[in-house]
């Protein structure tokens, strides 16, 4: 059929619908038309091959791997950590012995901003939403009796994402396994935290200078990890739109490549070491045109901009979570099928990994059970879904791709903006990105209230309910423990439960009021990496909040940019 | 001539701000006066600020469980303060079993995830002291 | 809270606070107040921050008082943010920026909405400025946005004046160039470490140099990273340096002078104008009075010389 022929019959299903179609009130956030066909595409065999192409070529729309879930599946990885190290550690064995095929750890507060367990402004925050990590003692313990040459370990953790990598190398060596054979990822990424996080430290500079050491002292020492993780998943969170997700995570992953080639590094080196974190929404055909977008985008970036040469340099390989704040309070079974939802949109977008929310995280920490029907939920779409079965299923429909193409175009059009402010460090100093993210939160939340916008039992099909039961609390005797274990520590006492983990004797201060001054001197040299520096103090049993004010007298406080 | 002044104020070091913002945002909407102090405010920074400010409203935003620590030591140091009225609101992901012992210390009202903002303006509107 | 006024001058803050909203508010006990405070007024030197959004003044007053509170001395801050126009609503953001200050016994910041009719805030803003002064502030900031002529009645409490520029403004600098050169004693170039801050002085210095070459006191124009604390201490040292040559030549008890004149003259028109509201407007009168007119039994002249007798008895 030809194009005009095409057209003629559109014009006439659209005439012969229109009566219908004008009864029924219009959704918000629905796409105007109703139907796509080929015009809304380009599909000829040059755009196939520019845009589409192959799995595992350029510019890898279809996905990143050649082969994809017909290799082996994407990596089940449950993000958890509360409390104490024993408890995750104990979280952590259990999800492993259930098919868990790699980490994810979860921080508390205190740990995520570089304060010890003690300080004053952790009260009330240790173990909350996460473990509570003071030292190497705390590492030891979380990772007690799992081979870290076999696991592969995702750690979210980005101001001080340089101390817990050194604690994580030093858990290691004292397994007997060497870095370069570590797997992993750290999230390292700084400039979501400023623009939609929340858990900064330090000003942008000093930031990005961390982050471009990490990356060279990985390329050398621990090759196989994975430096950072690129976040739009909290951009989302904090509100964004599809296109602003990716838009603003590519800008950001633009700003760190910049940054290590300004200090002196090959592109080619890092590059393929970058990796990325998307959320998955509820909609799920919007998702999976997101997840194509977003691959083609970043390869166009690395090949035209910044020149990559190698294929692996050009690759958005992603983490995926479905998305927290989707989950709602109201009807918490109703929870089990949006992450289903949400599941199969990363699946059929292509994900390398992945961590489902259980129903109960708008409530609290989830309990044992609901983690298990999230991972099996995964279990499901892989094994019995058919979604995994082919690559890239949805490629050629008239409505993906014309999403896709859509998606992309915003995403240029911010990337561009954003460029014209400076680069993205810039427009979050202009307070330009959180603006975005909040008008578009606003709406959100706007569009919900005047129901434009469901969600189911928010604000339609509600019912009276009883308080659910039995979810997870955390003591608040666990900051109080935490905090005695710490003092012993830091007093150079041996302490019952680091001894366990093999830490037979107790810290030399002496050790550790050296390896800070070093590691001080090496912060106000620019030109020095840290990392070593940091590893030597970690050895020490010097703590996280130890080290992190070290840090802070020389790079001092970021402030924070707020536009309402 | 009087205008409803509230404090929105995020206490603790969770960064989760986008509940926080909306709110601010349609509480301004809704004609108040709103102090926003941006993230990692401790209780004696929020009391503090809510006298200079002397709102009639603090109304404080936590995903991070921290509440059952933060929220009435916020109470405690606004009420030592000398004011008396202030009502003192709270909202995030708190779970339901937790908010008698929050009332109890004298938080006014608890909005918890998927509340409309325009409850809690009406909430605001029929309860402030003015 | 009984005796307001008493407990400012016994320094209690959250008297300060009450007596600000009692003025912001035009509550009935404001007047009672002023009065009491008034006579402990006129010790404090007082800073008037201007500049278009987005210029860090927040930032910059923070600074600055901080490098106030090392010296010694004691600060009042008052912030102004514009009220929504259609929810007379208002973020007020300032403290954001202002945070370690909360807690120091020494600074007291608030913050106020514009509300709609500006006339009236600098009313306010200015009792706000006096109600600081006597509870001992040493120094005290009016910070505002924009430097249309309705903030410049507002900074007009000031002693001294700065104006707050940053690089890259474009044409937004020509555009308010008549405003600035009137009201700036000292211009302040923050962010000075973005491209174009030197063109920004220059084009600065030549408009001051058009306008003002007669002047006894040429703005001088300061260059800060405000976030980097660069430039702080030299902007706090010109605002000693404008005080001692107002205050040498006499300027400052010129400016102060015309201020009391001008508050006074204010403060007759609003009250005569609440007289006239209250005894011709809301009872009705008026409206018997235009229908008379209209009918040509009288004149406007004629009634309005009347109703001002009658108000002088």
């Known amino acids: ?564 | 001539m009087d205008k409803i002044k509230v404090l929105v104020a995020k206490p603790g070091l969770d960064g989760h701000d986008r509940g926080a913002k909306v709110v601010a945002r349609a509480l301004r909407d809704a004609g108040f006066e709103v102090v926003y102090t941006g993230l990692r405010q401790t209780p004696e920074q929020i009391a503090a600020a809510a006298a200079e400010e002397d709102v009639d409203v603090v109304a404080m935003s936590l995903l991070s469980g921290a509440h059952p620590h933060l929220f009435p030591a916020v109470v405690k140091l606004v009420r030592e303060k000398g004011m008396k009225d202030a009502l003192i609101i709270g909202g995030g992901v708190i779970p339901d079993g937790d908010i008698p012992a929050l009332k109890e210390a004298g938080v006014s009202e608890v909005f918890t995830p998927g509340t409309p903002t325009g409850d809690i303006v009406e909430y605001i509107k029929a309860h402030v002291k003015k | 809270m009984e005796n307001i006024a008493e407990e400012v001058l016994m320094g209690n803050r959250y008297a300060l606070a009450k007596a600000i909203t009692a003025i912001e508010n035009e509550r009935e006990n404001a007047m009672e107040i002023m009065q009491k405070l008034y006579p402990h007024t006129g010790h404090a030197y007082v800073l008037g921050i201007t500049g278009p959004p987005g210029a860090g003044k927040s930032t910059l007053t923070d600074k600055l008082a901080k490098e106030y509170r090392r010296q010694g001395k004691t600060v009042g801050i008052i912030a102004i943010d514009p009220s929504s126009p259609f929810s007379g609503g208002a973020i007020l953001g300032d403290r954001i920026r202002m945070n370690d200050l909360t807690l120091d016994d020494g600074v007291f910041m608030r913050s106020m909405g514009t509300r709609g009719s500006l006339g009236g805030l600098s009313h306010k803003t200015a009792d706000a400025v006096k109600v600081m002064d006597a509870f001992g502030m040493d120094v005290i900031f009016v910070e505002t946005v924009g430097v249309g002529q309705s903030e410049v009645d507002i900074v007009k409490a000031a002693d001294t004046t700065m104006v707050v520029l940053i690089p890259g403004m474009g044409d937004d600098i020509q555009a308010i160039k008549a405003g600035i050169l009137e009201i700036g004693d000292i211009f302040t170039i923050n962010k000075a470490d973005h491209d174009g801050a030197d063109k920004l002085a220059t084009e600065l210095n030549m408009m001051l140099d058009l306008d003002g070459v007669m002047k006894e006191w040429r703005p001088p124009i300061m260059k800060t990273i405000a976030n980097q604390n660069i430039g702080i201490a030299e902007v706090v040292e010109t605002f000693g340096k404008h005080h001692n040559h107002i205050d040498g030549n006499g300027q400052l008890t010129v400016r102060r002078t015309e201020r009391t004149k001008n508050e006074m003259l204010d403060l007759l028109d609003s009250r005569i104008g609440e007289h006239i509201r209250r005894n011709v407007v809301e009872n009705g009168k008026i409206d018997k009075l235009v229908e008379e007119i209209k009918a040509r039994r009288t004149d406007p002249y004629t009634e309005a010389a009347k109703i001002v007798s009658e108000m002088l008895k």
Request: aromatic share 8%.
């Open chain 1, 1 to 564: 059929m030809s194009n005009e022929k095409i057209q003629a019959e559109l014009d006439q299903y659209n005439a012969s619908v229109e009566k219908a179609v004008a009864k029924f009130p219009l959704r918000g956030n629905v796409p105007e038309k109703g139907l796509y066909t080929p015009l809304d595409i380009d599909m000829t065999p040059e755009a196939y091959a520019d845009k589409i192409g192959f799995p595992g070529v350029y510019p890898f729309t279809r996905g990143v791997q050649p082969t994809m879930y017909r290799g082996r599946f994407w990596t089940m990885r449950m993000y958890a950590g509360f409390s104490t190290a024993k408890a995750s550690n104990e979280r952590y064995r259990y999800l492993i012995a259930n098919g868990g095929t790699g980490l994810s750890c979860a921080f508390d507060l205190p740990t995520q901003i570089g304060y010890d367990s003690d300080d004053p402004i952790s009260e009330g925050e240790v173990g909350k939403v996460g473990v509570a990590i003071d030292s190497l003692a705390d590492m030891q313990i979380l990772f007690d009796k799992i081979d870290l040459g076999k696991v592969s370990t995702s750690m979210t953790i980005n101001a001080p994402a340089s101390v817990l990598l050194c604690m994580y190398i030093a858990v290691a060596e004292k397994q007997g396994v060497s870095m370069d054979k570590l797997r992993g990822t750290i999230q390292n990424d700084i400039l979501k935290e400023y623009a939609a996080r929340g858990t900064y430290i330090f000003p942008p500079r000093p930031s990005m200078r961390l982050i471009t050491n990490i990356f060279e002292f990985c390329s050398k020492n621990v090759p196989l990890w994975n430096t950072i993780s690129i976040s739009g998943y909290h951009i989302r969170e904090a509100g964004s739109t599809a296109s602003q997700e990716i838009a603003f995570t590519i800008a950001d992953g633009i700003a760190y490549v910049d940054a290590a080639i300004k200090a002196g590094m090959d592109v080619d080196a890092f590059a393929g070491r970058l990796s990325f974190f998307w959320n998955a929404h509820n909609n799920v055909l919007e998702e999976v045109a997101k997840f194509r977008a977003s691959r083609r985008v970043w390869a166009k970036v690395m090949k035209e901009r910044f020149g990559a040469k190698k294929a692996k340099s050009m690759m958005l390989r992603v983490h995926t979570q479905t998305a927290g704040s989707m989950l709602t309070a109201q009807q918490p079974n109703n929870n089990i099928v949006r992450v289903a939802l949400q599941t199969a949109a990363a699946v059929m977008g292509g994900t390398q990994s992945l961590h489902t929310n259980s129903k109960d995280e708008a409530l609290a920490l989830p309990t044992t059970e609901s983690v298990t029907i999230a991972l099996r939920t995964q279990q499901i779409v892989a094994e019995e879904s058919g979604l995994a079965d082919v690559i890239d299923p949805l490629a050629g429909s008239y409505y993906v791709e014309a999403m896709t193409d859509r998606i992309e175009k915003e995403a240029w059009e911010y990337i561009k903006k954003i460029d014209d402010l400076g680069g993205a460090v810039a427009a979050i100093e202009k307070g330009y990105i959180q603006k975005e993210i909040q008008d578009s939160a606003y709406k959100w939340q706007m569009d919900v209230e005047a129901k434009k916008r469901i969600i189911v039992g928010v604000n339609k099909y509600q019912v009276e309910e009883e308080p659910p039961k039995g979810l997870l609390k955390v003591d608040a005797s666990v900051g109080i423990e935490q905090s005695k274990r710490l003092a012993d520590l830091k007093a150079g006492k041996t302490v019952p439960d680091y001894v366990a983990v093999g830490m037979t004797e107790g810290r030399n201060n002496d050790d550790v009021k050296a390896a800070l001054a070093e590691l001080k001197t090496a912060a106000q040299d620019e030109n020095e990496n840290l990392m070593p520096h940091i590893l030597k103090a970690v050895k020490t049993y010097a703590t996280l909040g130890e080290i992190c004010n070290t840090l802070r007298d020389v790079f001092g406080l970021y402030e924070a940019h707020v536009s309402l």
